[in-house]
């Protein structure tokens, strides 16, 4: 093949691999524990349970199941969803709010590809998933950054960013928030932050984002109510899957919005994939309906939080002094950041060596900043491979340390 570089559009120049990606590709090697991904723990999967789901789908609706399905998704699994939903404080929610998509990251494009023209502005936080970063750069948008703090999105640095933005005659399209553990800081907005952060998109008119994947994923917590539970007038575009708390090779998530925005969406995603697997919609279905999603989700929390314990408390334990690291209340990922002079981006291939992987803090963060901090994922491991992954990281970070002040 001659120079396809000629042919490629201006767009795909501008493309960049995931740098999760590309890390999980290094992970692979069996001597590492990886702390790199946002995987589940495999022996959580209900292999058992979802075999006889499976048998009873094609016995009872295998015609259905393994043809084309709507593009909205289908009709009974909405109706579940907006069910459950509505008993979770969304108000007004029925099927026809609900679409099904292939995981929440196709959702993130379907956002990018609704609102974004190139050069358009959209606001993330600081930081924030790397799967919403590249969805909306691969649009060609500029992303601006808003720091967090221990509760999350910092609502007074976003409104003097819109105004500074709208100063200069720029409309930023939408927030995206991750409201619920946040992937990666680990952080909870509360909700007197969600009722402002709703206010202050009311008053600019603008939409909202809320991508809540770990929100059930919550081991010390009362129920948090969704940011989309404070929207009054249809500008929350709500999204969650079934990758978490169920199998992310599902690939089934959904978004809850208003039926204008709903409607938008639908035509983004036709061109998309004309549907979502039917064949895993209707299994999600009868093993929600049967109620052993909730049973399921109990289990992994209780498989979940010693985890996350027994991650924190060996960081505790070995890291050397300087850190700071929060003990997440739910989700997947411990968040560290390592004291001045250590940059987390360099020190990855020394993790390597020493077999243990994690994602540096740059990638999260659309300013460059990030440089001192990493995110580890601690459902994933085993217990024991927390405990040796976590030595092995601190020696890693005892050597640079060394190093630095040598
Ligand atoms: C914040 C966030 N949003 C979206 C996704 C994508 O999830 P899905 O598997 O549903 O595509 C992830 C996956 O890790 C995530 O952490």
């Known amino acids: ?42 022996n959580s999967f209900p292999i058992d349970d979802l075999s006889t789901v499976i048998q009873s789908v094609m016995k ?8 084309y399905g709507t593009t909205q998704g289908l009709t009974d699994l909405r109706k579940s969803l907006a069910e459950r939903a509505y008993k979770e404080g969304f108000k007004d929610v029925a099927e026809d709010n609900v679409i099904i998509t292939n995981g929440s990251q196709q959702a993130l494009d379907m956002v990018g590809k609704l609102f974004l023209n190139p050069g358009d502005t959209a606001l993330v936080g600081l930081p924030s998933y790397l799967g919403g ?85 919550n081991y010390d917590m009362d129920h948090i109510r969704p940011i989309k539970a404070f929207d009054d007038d249809g500008r929350v575009i709500y999204m969650s899957t079934f990758s978490k708390i169920l199998a992310p090779g599902f690939r089934l998530a959904w978004t809850i919005a208003s039926e ?65 690291c929060n003990r997440p209340k739910g989700g997947m990922f411990a968040w560290v950041t390592l004291p001045e002079g250590i940059d987390t981006e360099t020190m990855f291939l020394d993790a390597i060596k020493h077999k243990v992987a994690y ?22 491991s085993s217990n024991d491979q927390i405990e040796e992954g976590i030595k092995r990281l601190s020696s890693v970070i005892e050597e640079r340390l060394a190093t630095i002040n040598a």
């Open 359 to 380: 994602v540096h803090g740059k990638a999260f963060h659309v300013d460059g900043g990030g440089e001192r901090s990493m995110r580890l994922n601690f459902s994933y």
């Open 133 to 217: 970063i590249n969805a909306f750069k691969s649009y060609e948008s500029n992303l601006t950054g808003i720091p967090l703090d221990e509760d999350g999105l910092r609502v007074d640095v976003l409104e003097d960013t819109i105004k500074e933005l709208l100063r200069e005659n720029i409309i930023p399209k939408f927030i995206y928030v991750i409201p619920t553990f946040q992937n990666p800081a680990g952080v909870v907005m509360p909700e007197k932050r969600r009722k402002k952060l709703v206010d202050i998109a009311h008053e600019y008119d603008l939409v909202i984002v809320e991508d809540d994947p770990y929100g059930k994923l």
């Open 260 to 324: 204008e925005l709903t409607r938008k969406m639908i035509i983004c995603k036709q061109a998309l994939d004309l549907c979502t697997n039917t064949f895993t919609q209707y299994i999600a279905n009868e093993f929600m309906r049967k109620g052993s999603l909730d049973l399921h989700i109990l289990k992994i929390n209780e498989m979940y939080k010693p985890k996350r314990d027994k991650m924190i408390n060996a960081i505790e334990q070995y890291f050397p002094e300087g850190y700071t």
């Open 1 to 42: 093949m001659g120079n396809l570089e000629r042919l490629y559009s201006d767009r795909a120049g501008k493309m960049r691999k995931s740098v999760i990606r590309e890390l999980l590709k290094v992970a692979q090697d069996p001597e590492i524990i990886s702390f790199a991904g946002g995987l589940p723990n495999p």
């Open 60 to 67: 009872n609706h295998g015609k259905n199941a393994l043809q």
